[in-house]
């Protein structure tokens, strides 16, 4: 599933992770790419031995705990810290490839499977050229430039690129996440069912109807979580 979500950082954390950033010391963004995505990553990110890195970490994570939305379309079980990108100048692009499934904790403190990634802009699109994010999947390709602040969250198993920006820069948060339900295609009908959930009971109320649908999903994530 492709989603996108609008403003999932309030206008002060913007501000804030923007002036952090601002003070940012990047390095190589092939540090944390697979060998196939080495090949063909040519950007900057910011490094994990950062000042500012659990600072800008912990706002993007607690925007994430506190978005429904976000919470019901991936139901998120682990989440890789998030990573900060930039795309500018020499280092524009990141060709055509999917994301390693398996990434190992920062702290060495085990795995996280990648079933989601999702990319937060952070960049005003009006700043840059170029720069989308180009997801493919079985209905074509796909650009996505979004609002700073805005975030999309797309298959780990996509072929996916970003375009290179040809004029200014793109800073962008990006993170891996392991879903407690690994079958997208469960994850997909669990999310469009709470969705329509949601709907019903703003349309009818909390009739009985509504209870045992509720419980009907609840039930669903019983079974199918791990
Ligand atoms: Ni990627």
Known sequence: ???????????????????????????????TAGTQAALVKNNQ???????NISTLRNIVLTALSRNPIF?????????????????????????AHVDNAMRMMPDGSGYVRADVSATLFLSDPDSYEGGELIIEDTFGSKGI????????????????????VSKGERIACFMFIQSMVRDPVK????????????????????VDAVVKLTGAYHNLLRLWTE
């Open 45 to 51: 990110q910011l490094s994990e031995k950062s000042p």
């Open 1 to 31: 599933m492709l989603l996108q979500i609008e403003n999932v950082l309030s206008a002060d954390e913007l501000v804030q992770v923007k002036s952090l950033l601002a003070q940012a010391e990047w390095q190589d963004g092939r540090v």
């Open 145 to 164: 430039k979004l609002k700073a602040g805005s975030i999309v969250i797309y298959p780990s198993s996509s072929v996916h690129q970003v375009s290179p």
């Open 187 to 206: 994850r997909r009908l669990l999310y469009d069912m709470d969705m329509a959930l949601v709907d019903l009971r703003n349309a009818a109320g909390e």
């Open 71 to 95: 919470f019901s379309s991936v139901l998120p079980l682990k989440i890789l810290p998030p990573f900060f990108n930039r795309y500018g100048g020499s280092s524009n692009a990141y060709g």
